[in-house]
């Protein structure tokens, strides 16, 4: 299977420091992937990085069946590219209803030309109950985000995300303030979701990434320390070295 994203021998320094470090690896068109490692090992550097927030001062980063540099392009074009981010901490509009955040995050991925003259078709609004019933929330569409437990606004982020349907998902600490049900839901949600899209998932908890059960990169000092099923990688001695058995 050929890659959707390769990341070829980037490196980025901050004041002399070298957070990412000829990094190389790559992510196919329906995979989902788990990128873990220790604090500082470079997760977030490498999307914001993907996601052109931050230019690399060395390397490639190439995307799609061209193998299109995503190094040329500002951080709108990427996303309109297709790459989309979740952040860890939800950022729904809390006064707004579930529906209409998705109706916005549908508004959103027209063109600016678009947007002026966009009116709620039939068309969108069966796109919204689409949305809400790929996230688990068709039954709270009326809801103002803000009454949605944390996971349910993580769900509604997604959906909103989903707005764009992207072919790459970058999503950071997923699992981080849900319940075991919300995990639960979650893990069945990127299983899903991976099936049709390439989603990468930046996860400390252990016990997520093995639900998760997919291709885990560890990451270290900015470079790949390890790659392989989770059995593989927490055998590794160096990942039990510098992670896991701290
Ligand atoms: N804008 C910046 N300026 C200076 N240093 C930075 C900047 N961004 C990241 N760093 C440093 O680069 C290193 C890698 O940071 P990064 O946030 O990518 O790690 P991480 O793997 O996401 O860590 P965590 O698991 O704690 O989120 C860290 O030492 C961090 O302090």
Request: net charge neutral.
């Amino acid at each position: 299977m050929s890659a959707l994203l390769e990341v070829s021998g980037i490196s980025k320094s901050f004041d002399g420091f070298k957070a990412i470090n000829n990094l190389s690896f790559s992510i196919n068109a329906a995979e989902l992937r788990a990128v873990i490692g220790p604090n500082g090992a470079g997760k977030t550097t490498f999307m914001d990085i993907v996601t052109g927030k931050t230019r690399p001062d060395t390397g490639e980063v190439l995307w799609g069946a061209t193998s299109k540099s995503l190094l040329k392009l500002s951080e709108a074009q990427i996303a309109r590219e297709g790459i989309g981010r979740k952040f860890q901490r939800p950022t729904v509009f809390e006064d707004q209803s579930v529906a209409d955040n998705l109706v916005m995050a549908l508004k959103a991925d027209r063109s600016p030309f678009a947007v002026l003259g966009w009116r709620p078709t039939a068309a969108s609004r069966d796109r919204v109950s689409e949305l809400a019933t790929e996230v688990g929330l068709a039954n709270q569409l009326s809801r103002p985000a803000g009454e949605l437990s944390h996971g349910q606004k993580q769900w509604l982020e997604i959906g909103m995300l989903l707005a764009s349907d992207p072919r790459l998902l970058l999503v950071d600490e997923p699992a981080a303030g849900m319940t075991l049900a919300e995990r639960e839901q979650t893990t069945t949600l990127l299983c899903r979701l991976a099936e049709t899209r390439a989603v990468v998932v930046v996860e400390h908890d252990m016990d997520f990434v093995r639900r998760l059960n997919c291709k885990v990169t560890v990451l270290h000092q900015g470079s790949v320390l390890a790659e392989g099923s989770l059995d593989h990688v927490t055998r590794n001695p160096d990942v039990i070295d510098v992670y896991l058995g701290r």
